[in-house]
């Protein structure tokens, strides 16, 4: 049974940075997909970073390119997500996901409980 479980949320003012981290049990990240998706009060959900196993490249949505890195330690496993330059729009409930194949992950993925992240100005 896959789980994973994300912490490291919190609460932050404007420009400050956080790690969100994904601990994954029976699961190792490398071995498929990995994202971090998030949704906005009032808003629907989201992919915010993504690693593709396919070619191992990591894709960003445009509203965090540049602020966000997604990256994985198998050793532990766990993936993460560093976030910098927070602004008051990434206020969010964070979720990790994984599957074997990213086409896959919405509708079959496994999913994290979420972590909030607030943003202050």
């Known amino acids: 049974q896959v789980q994973l479980v994300e912490s490291g949320g919190g609460s932050v003012q404007a420009g400050g940075s956080l790690r969100l981290s994904c601990a994954a049990s029976s699961y190792t990240p490398s071995s498929g997909c990995i994202a971090w998706f998030r949704q906005r009060p009032g808003k629907e959900r989201e992919g915010v970073a993504v690693?593709?196993?396919?070619?191992?490249?990591?894709n960003y949505a445009d509203s965090v390119k540049g602020r966000f890195t997604i990256s994985q330690d198998n050793s532990k496993p766990t993936m993460y997500l560093h976030m910098a330059s927070l602004e008051p729009e990434d206020t969010a409930m964070y979720y990790c996901?994984?599957?074997?194949?990213?086409?896959?992950?919405?509708?079959?993925?496994?999913w994290g409980q979420g972590t909030q992240v607030t943003v202050s100005s």
């Open positions: 996901a994984a599957h074997p194949d990213c086409d896959l992950l919405d509708d079959f993925g496994y």
């Open positions: 690693i593709d196993p396919g070619d191992g490249a990591a």
